[in-house]
T-cell receptor, first 115, second 114 residues
Framework: AQTVTQSQPEMSVQEAETVTLSCTYDTSENNYYLFWYKQPPSRQMILVIRQEAYKQQNATENRFSVNFQKAAKSFSLKISDSQLGDTAMYFC????????????FGKGITLSVRP | DVKVTQSSRYLVKRTGEKVFLECVQDMDHENMFWYRQDPGLGLRLIYF???????EKGDIPEGYSVSREKKERFSLILESASTNQTSMYLC?????????????FGPGTRLTVT
């Protein structure tokens, strides 16, 4: 079975600064996807970024980038130039490749961006 | 844009009542999922469905059942609600399209069982 661990329950960052959210996972499989989802207060969960395990290049989406270390089973999210709208819960998630796979989520981290 | 809607944002029910949570998606997605979200526990999968009339148990199916009579609608049923089922319930959908594994979430239903 796959597990996802987010060991930091809360973090805080000053607006315009950079913050890194940590995530580790455990699997014996070689082909999988990793995700970061964002859940703003009282709003719907949305996908922030996705990484395919077979790709060596780290995924980037505007101010969001990941540091994917496959051997270490680590998948951290870096948010650059933090904005007040980045305040949210962030969930790391894992999914095996294949049509009928399901997501396994970490426990989440609450990120607060201070003005 | 993909839209996933849930029938209620807030629901209060009494212990022992039968509770129906409805989820509808408008993008013809094959896959639909029900999760519950609890503080400190993240999201846990209750049931999922890959096709009409098809269902599979997730990680915590006890006390729940589901129904998928139409492709766009996936219902979660609490046969006899209990206080330990007080939680936030999230519905999601996804497609089987090539390379497309993103799940789209509804706004959630916060259920309180008293």
């Amino acid at each position: 079975a796959q597990t996802v661990t987010q060991s930091q329950p809360e973090m805080s960052v000053q607006e315009a600064e950079t913050v890194t959210l940590s995530c580790t996972y455990d699997t014996s499989e070689n082909n999988y996807y990793l995700f970061w989802y964002k859940q703003p207060p009282s709003r719907q969960m949305i996908l922030v970024i996705r990484q395919e395990a077979y790709k060596q290049q780290n995924a980037t989406e505007n101010r969001f980038s990941v540091n994917f270390q496959k051997a270490a089973k680590s998948f951290s999210l870096k948010i650059s130039d933090s904005q007040l709208g980045d305040t949210a819960m962030y969930f790391c998630a894992f999914m095996l490749t294949g049509a009928n796979s399901k997501l396994t989520f970490g426990k989440g981290i609450t990120l607060s961006v201070r003005p | 844009d993909v839209k996933v809607t849930q029938s209620s944002r807030y629901l209060v029910k009494r212990t022992g009542e039968k509770v129906f949570l409805e989820c509808v998606q408008d993008m013809d997605h094959e896959n639909m999922f029900w999760y519950r979200q609890d503080p400190g526990l993240g999201l846990r999968l209750i049931y999922f469905s890959y096709d009409v009339k098809m269902k599979e148990k997730g990680d915590i199916p006890e006390g729940y059942s589901v129904s998928r009579e139409k492709k766009e609608r996936f219902s979660l049923i609490l046969e006899s609600a209990s206080t330990n089922q007080t939680s936030m319930y999230l519905c999601a959908s996804s497609t089987l399209g090539q390379g497309s594994y993103e799940q789209y979430f509804g706004p959630g239903t916060r259920l309180t069982v008293t």
